[in-house]
């Protein structure tokens, strides 16, 4: 018998700032048993250098298979490969309105463009502050096309002591969307909050209920 196929999940990298959120989304998917496909813009290389200590074959080592940018003619190009959906993670707006034209220049966005078409989940860890309008509408456009839009917010109702737990708390949330529950991430009424519940609420005296 032919062994089950393993769930494939595509991870895009852009240039924006939080390169982080894309290289633990690869090791959470690696501790998941995913079989990630990796492909890093140009200016995701330079965002390495200024924000890790790691060179490229390092980051690139976290994924099980690695595309080179301009490579159009991958597999993750085309939707008849099978894949859980797309990360962008980081998502610079860049990228983000490169995928909302459909006018796709690069595998990254080529393979964004796959992900909307076949229906599968497309999850953008947009990284900018403040928007302005246009990112805004840019924004809508996208969710009217299907993706989701999740920006790497806090949280902490979670009381993250680290850096680090607050990157996972995002990655781990983001992962969900795929279906994937990942070790780090608290959740509430499991994890924190009222895990019994809301309180319930005092009957009173039965004696001056109306009738």
Not at 68 to 87: C, E, K, N, Q
């Amino acid at each position: 018998m032919a062994k089950p196929e393993r769930p494939r999940l595509v991870v895009g990298v852009s240039g924006a700032s939080g390169i982080v959120y894309g290289l633990r989304a690869l090791d959470a998917a690696r501790e998941l048993g995913v079989e990630t496909h990796l492909v890093m813009s140009r200016a995701a290389a330079l965002t390495l250098a200024q924000e890790t200590a790691l060179t490229m074959a390092q980051a690139q080592g976290r994924a099980e298979v690695v595309y080179r940018p301009g490579d159009v003619g991958a597999a993750i190009a085309s939707g008849s490969f099978r894949t859980l959906g797309m990360i962008v993670a980081p998502c610079s707006v860049k990228t983000m309105s490169e995928i909302a034209t459909g006018v796709t220049a690069s595998l990254l966005t080529r393979a964004a463009d796959v992900t909307l078409k076949e229906r599968r989940p497309l999850v953008l860890m947009v990284r900018e502050s403040p928007l302005h309008l246009g990112h805004l509408r840019t924004m809508a456009k996208l969710a009217q096309m299907g993706a989701v839009i999740a920006p790497p917010m806090p949280a902490f109702y979670a009381k993250p002591t680290s850096l680090e737990e607050m990157v996972d708390q995002s990655v781990g949330r983001a992962l969900d969307l795929f279906g994937l529950a990942w070790r780090p991430v608290k959740r509430w009424g499991e994890d924190i909050g009222p895990l019994g519940g809301p309180p319930e609420e005092p009957m009173g005296d039965s004696s001056k209920v109306e009738a």
